[in-house]
Structures are given as structure tokens and as C-alpha cells.
């Protein structure tokens, strides 16, 4: 669906769980280690430092200062309710459940398989191993009100009806309640809310962990920059600003969708068991259609034009676009991003000072030999693009003069890359 987009152009289902590990992983090679049972219990603001109260495994309970605090406590967010930002939205007649099972049948085939047959529905997606799957679905008659005791026959009978399988094993099940809701601010002073302490909608569209991802990767370079000196706090107001509005579309978009797959009413029944499987069969043959959906899935669309930090145009790329992906004989313009860095990129030739000016800021130049394939993915010959550390463009200036790299770092006051001699 996404070919040409990006090097990732297919849908990926990898487990929540496993993703946590291999993210665990990776802390622990950086020497980071989570320390596990240990809550926050409360925090002040001080004028230049959080100060936040954890208690530990054994109960006993410790101060930690720090000079922010990011709030990724989840749902019930203790961090947001201690900043009073309020959580807005509502919750769901609906009972959701969960199921890893290993069963047969046609829907067990590695696909992902949705039944919109009913007012209730039931979505099949493939677990890695041989007729191993997870079942996601809805009940709402008087079974909602009893979620916390429902059990796995208690859903089954309609699963296994409307999919026509024959279930084995249930390795796991679950219930839950779901919400739809933004908080009205993504930031208090020095404490900040991320992921679904920030929001949270229907798991039907499979957004809510990769949002979560999106607004982390955000913050982190922003906050290294401040904290290591290399930037004013006032960056840091740039994470609400970029960051919000993709959730509240979010928010909006999935209660959109869950409330049409789940409404009752013969306009929406028909909607459901006609339209949508006749019409979209025909409409997913256009491309154009593809690359959407491929791009809303895959949240490649989200850019940050209006950001504070945003400049420029050249070609069809815009300060706040992703930078386009292009792939040509002797590898891709990406493999640079894997430094984090803020870089420059020029397709073509650099002009004039540029050289001499990326290495004044300490800045990677990446020139690439000039490519049609350039130009077919919006980019513009000689011009210049500042990439930032989380790979989105920061300035895009045609001319590819040195002037506005001068220019962009001067206003927003941040240097690039550590100068010797400056605190780290
Ligand atoms: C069935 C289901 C399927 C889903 N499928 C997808 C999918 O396919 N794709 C996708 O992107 N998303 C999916 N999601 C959504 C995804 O699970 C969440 O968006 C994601 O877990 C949110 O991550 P988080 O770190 O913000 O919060 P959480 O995962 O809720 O983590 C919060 C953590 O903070 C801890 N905590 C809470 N309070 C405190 C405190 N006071 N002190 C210290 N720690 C605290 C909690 O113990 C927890 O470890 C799905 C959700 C469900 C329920």
C-alpha cells in the first residue's frame, strides 16, 4: 500500500508486549533501567526544578528533583490530574474484550479479517505462530454491565458464529471499558503528558501506542536540547502546538468510525453490510485511495506546518513536512536520519558558503547527485533542507543559501550541535 512512501511500505503487526521489550532493550544498552513498582505519589513545581514524591516497592516513599517531568502514566494519569488539565470526551456504552486463542478456520489464514455484520463487532488479527489469533470485540446488551465477570463463553458464541471458527485454546482474555478523550493542554510549566494520559479513543483503529510513540519522540529532542543548553525553553512550547491537534483529529476521526461500525438502524446496518463491503473492494483499486489510507494508518501524513518552528518552501516540501523518502540505485536519502541529528540535506549541488556554514554550526551537510526521482517526490534541485533530530524539516529555502540556516538558528536561538567550551 505505502510503496515509495517510506522503506516500511506494509502493515506490521507486532505485539504491545514485544514492543516493550525490544524498547526495554534498548534502555538497558544506553544504561537506563525501569524501575518497576515504583508510583508517583505527588509533585510541586519549584522555580527551576520538579520535585516529585515516588514511593518504592517497599513502600517507602522518596523526593526526586528533576528539571521536567513527562507524565506517561497512562489513562488514569496521576501527572494530569495533579497538573488540572482535565481529561474531556466520554466513554462507551460498549464492553470491549480481548483474546489470543489458537483456533482453525478461514479467518485464522494470517490476514486481518473485520465482521461488520452486527451492531456488535468482531475483528480476527494473525499472532505470530501457525492458527494463533487475536480476537478484538464489542458487546453492549446487559453483558456490558456485568464486564467484570464476563468470561470468554460469555463473547465466543458470536465470534465463532460470525467468523466460522473453531477455537482450542484461549490463552488469554480480557475486558475493558473505552474512552474517547483529550486533555485541554499537552503541558503545565516543567511537567508535560504523553501518550494516553494525553489521550485516548478506540483501540479499533490501532493508533493509540504509535500516537503515544509520536508525541515521545517528539518531546525527547526538544527536552535534550534544553537541558543540555542548547536551546531556550520556549522550544518546549512547540511540543503542544505540534502535537495536540493530531490528537484531537484523532480522537474525532475514531469515534467517527467506532460509532458507525457499532450503531444501530437499518441506515447504518446497510451502510455497514453494503456499502462498505461493495464500495470499498472498488475503491481500494485506485491508488490514490491506497496511499491515503496507507498514510493515515501509517501516520506518515502528520506534518507540523503551522509550528512556531516551521519555515519555508521548496518544491512541493514544506518546513514541517516529513522529509520525503526517496530511494534511488545506491541507497536512500533516510540513512543519514539514523544519527538524530539535526543535518542538511541538498539535492543537487550546495551553493556558495554552505559547506563552510553547516560546519560553523556543526552540522552534518548531506549532498545527493541530483535525481529525477528527486524531483517526483516534491524535493527541489540545490535547495536547501534543514532536517530536525526527529526527521521532519524544519526549514526549506530554494535558493539553498546559507543565509536562512543563519537566520532560523539566530531567531529560535538554538545551536544545532554541541560547540566546545559549552555545558552539556
Ligand atoms: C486491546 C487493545 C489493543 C490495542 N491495539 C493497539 C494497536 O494495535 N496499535 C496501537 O498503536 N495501539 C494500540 N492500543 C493502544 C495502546 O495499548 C495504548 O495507546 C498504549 O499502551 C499507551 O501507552 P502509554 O505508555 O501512554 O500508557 P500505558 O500503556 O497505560 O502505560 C502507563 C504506565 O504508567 C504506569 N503508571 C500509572 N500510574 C502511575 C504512577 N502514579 N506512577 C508510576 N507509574 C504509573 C502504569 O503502570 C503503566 O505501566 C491498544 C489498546 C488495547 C486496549
Not at 363 to 372: E, S
Not at 391 to 398: C, I, M, N, Q
Request: aromatic share 10%; with cysteine.
Amino acid at each position: 500500500m505505502g510503496k515509495g512512501l517510506t522503506p516500511y511500505p506494509f502493515m506490521h503487526i507486532f505485539p504491545q508486549d514485544e514492543h516493550e521489550k525490544l524498547l526495554i532493550a534498548k534502555l538497558a544498552a544506553l544504561g537506563v533501567s525501569v524501575e518497576r513498582r515504583t508510583e508517583l505519589v505527588s509533585f510541586v513545581e519549584q522555580p527551576n526544578a520538579i520535585m516529585a514524591r515516588l514511593r518504592g516497592p517497599d513502600g517507602k516513599e522518596q523526593d526526586c528533583e528533576a528539571s521536567y517531568l513527562a507524565g506517561c502514566d497512562g489513562a488514569r494519569s496521576k501527572a494530569r490530574e495533579i497538573i488540572g488539565t482535565g481529561f474531556r470526551g466520554g466513554t462507551y456504552r460498549h464492553v470491549f474484550y480481548v483474546a489470543d486463542v489458537e483456533a482453525k478456520g478461514a479467518a485464522l489464514d494470517g490476514e486481518l479479517h473485520i465482521d461488520l455484520d452486527q451492531a456488535d463487532f468482531v475483528a480476527i488479527f494473525p499472532l505470530a505462530g501457525e492458527g494463533r489469533g487475536r480476537l478484538i470485540g464489542t458487546v453492549r446488551d446487559e453483558r456490558a454491565d456485568r464486564a467484570e465477570t464476563l468470561t470468554f463463553n460469555d463473547v465466543s458464541s458470536h465470534a465463532i458464529g460470525q467468523m466460522k471458527v473453531t477455537i482450542g485454546k484461549v490463552n488469554w482474555f480480557s475486558t475493558y471499558h473505552v474512552h474517547h478523550r483529550v486533555t485541554d493542554h499537552f503541558r503545565k510549566g516543567r511537567a508535560f503528558l504523553v501518550g494516553d494520559a494525553a489521550h485516548i479513543h478506540s483501540p479499533a483503529g490501532g493508533q493509540g501506542m504509535n500516537t503515544g510513540i509520536g508525541d515521545a519522540i517528539n518531546l525527547a529532542w526538544k527536552l535534550a536540547a534544553v537541558v543540555k543548553n542548547r536551546a531556550p525553553a520556549a522550544l518546549l512550547d512547540s511540543f503542544e502546538a505540534e502535537r495536540i491537534g493530531f490528537a484531537r483529529r484523532l480522537v474525532a476521526s475514531t469515534d467517527r468510525v467506532f460509532t458507525l461500525a457499532t450503531s444501530q438502524g437499518g441506515l447504518a446496518a446497510f451502510v455497514r453490510t453494503h456499502l462498505v463491503p461493495f464500495v470499498f473492494p472498488v475503491i481500494f483499486k485506485f491508488e490514490a485511495v491506497r496511499r491515503f489510507a496507507f498514510r493515515t494508518v501509517s501516520q506518515t501524513m502528520i506534518n507540523y506546518r503551522g509550528s512556531p518552528l516551521s519555515r519555508g518552501t521548496a518544491g512541493r516540501v514544506q518546513g514541517g513536512d516529513r522529509l520525503p523518502w526517496v530511494m534511488v540505485e545506491d541507497g536512500d536519502n533516510f540513512t543519514p536520519l539514523v544519527t538524530r541529528d539535526w543535518q542538511v540535506h541538498v539535492y543537487g549541488a550546495a551553493k556558495g558558503e554552505l559547506a563552510a556554514d553547516c560546519e560553523k554550526h556543526g552540522l552534518p551537510l548531506h549532498v545527493f547527485g541530483w535525481r529525477d526521482e528527486f524531483a517526483a517526490a516534491g524535493l527541489a534541485r540545490d535547495a536547501l533542507y534543514l532536517v530536525r533530530p526527529d526527521s521532519y524539516v524544519a526549514l526549506a529555502d530554494a535558493a539553498g543559501s546559507s543565509t536562512s540556516l543563519d537566520r532560523y538558528f539566530a531567531d529560535l536561538q538554538i545551536e544545532p550541535a554541541a560547540r566546545s567550551g559549552r555545558a552539556a
